[in-house]
């Protein structure tokens, strides 16, 4: 059974860093990971992937703020984020697509707080 545990969101200051983690277990991870984050009253949305070669793929409004990163031989991906903005206060949710079969999972999400 596939499990995706998140840590690392808080409160911090604007322009401030956090770093969080997706620890998975019970498969191989041989496809995508990635973040994605939903604020209140807005739609879940995808902020950074990585697949197993390590080629990324960023929201534009992250791009050059946060960095993705992937430790394969302990199936966890990182998610770096520097000079955080008030909008990026949202839960943000571990994501783990299997190829085949083709299935998502997710992990409880992990709260994240940016205060001017």
């Known amino acids: 059974q596939v499990q995706l545990v998140e840590s690392g969101g ?13 620890a998975g277990s019970g498969s191989v991870f041989s496809g ?27 929201a534009d409004s992250v791009k ?7 430790d394969n031989a302990q199936n966890t991906v990182f998610l770096q984020m520097n000079s955080l903005k008030p909008e990026d206060t949202a839960v943000y949710y571990c994501n783990y697509q299997k190829i085949f079969p083709r299935v998502d999972y997710w992990g409880q999400g992990t709260q994240v707080t940016v205060f001017s």
């Not at 808080?10 to 997706?22: E, K, M, N």
């Not at 050059?64 to 992937?70: E, K, P, V």
Request: charged residues 15%.
């Open 64 to 70: 050059g703020r946060f960095t993705i990163s992937r």
């Open 10 to 22: 808080g409160l911090v200051q604007a322009g401030g860093s956090l770093r969080l983690s997706c």
């Open 32 to 58: 995508t990971m990635g973040w994605y984050r939903q604020a209140p009253g807005k739609q879940r949305e995808l902020v950074a992937s990585i697949n197993r070669s390590g080629t990324t793929n960023y």
